[in-house]
Nanobody, 124 residues
Framework: QVQLVESGGGLVQAGGSLSLSCTAS????????MGWFRQAPGKERAIVAAISGSGGMTLYADSVKGRFTISRDNAKNTVYLQMNSLKPDDTAVYYC?????????????????WGQGTQVTVSS
């Protein structure tokens, strides 16, 4: 089964940028739809962005449209989340997840494998 490892979280001031990476083990990365989710204290885990296995389809939460960009490099088994114009409300633990259907999906329950998460903190 694929394993996912996130990196790139940290502390940034409002208006700044961060880039997250999620690298997967295994040889079938291109067959997985990938998603980035986030969970703030006291809140449910929610979609940030997702991308299909080929990279041809992406979707975003309304709250991050125009600020965040999801991309993937199947040769490197890696999915990225570029986060610009960060706001304090973006503070959360960010998780990447893999879906064996190769589609981009919004619901956490539809994803099969999860990374351990990386903390993103945006100060005001």
């Amino acid at each position: 089964q694929v394993q996912l490892v996130e990196s790139g979280g940290g502390l940034v001031q409002a208006g700044g940028s961060l880039s997250l990476s999620c690298t997967a083990s295994g040889r079938t990365f291109g067959t997985y739809g990938m998603g980035w989710f986030r969970q703030a204290p006291g809140k449910e885990r929610a979609i940030v962005a997702a991308i299909s296995g080929s990279g041809g389809m992406t979707l975003y939460a309304d709250s991050v449209k125009g600020r965040f960009t999801i991309s993937r490099d199947n040769a490197k088994n890696t999915v990225y989340l570029q986060m610009n114009s960060l706001k304090p409300d973006d503070t959360a633990v960010y998780y990447c997840a893999a879906d064996t259907s190769a589609q981009a999906k919004r619901l956490p329950a539809l994803y099969d494998v999860w990374g351990q998460g990386t903390q993103v903190t945006v100060s005001s």
